[in-house]
């Protein structure tokens, strides 16, 4: 009973951190991501809170690539991956999210590379 608690407990912050990620970019008047490492930076933040565990997962790597237009919004243009659980979950964080971003970031391929390791 503890342990479906917990899942439970879990969950539900992963959902409100995921949402307050998201919601993020959408504040009116939001600072605009600058240079690439702080963009680089959102995107790998808007990907906390994927639990190893349940996915039975030790180890993953995921190289992103998406494309952020003048308006803010986020395109994937790829997720390679070794593992198609982990390329789902990563993709499915990103849609939708809104970035505020410097006019010379806009419109660009931008690649990221994230590790996920179970603690």
Known sequence: MTTTRTRILVLAISLLSAGFAGAKGNEPGARA???????KSDVVA?????????????DASVSL???VNKDGDLAIVSVDGENCL???Y????????KISVAEHLADKVH???VRFVRI
């Open 86 to 88: 982990v390329n789902t």
């Open 46 to 58: 808007s990907l906390e809170g994927l639990e190893m565990q349940r996915l039975n997962v030790d």
């Open 90 to 97: 990563a993709a499915q964080m990103l849609r939708n999210k």
């Open 33 to 39: 991501m600058n240079t690439v490492k702080d963009l």
């Open 65 to 67: 690539s998406f494309i």
């Open 111 to 113: 690649t990221v590379k």
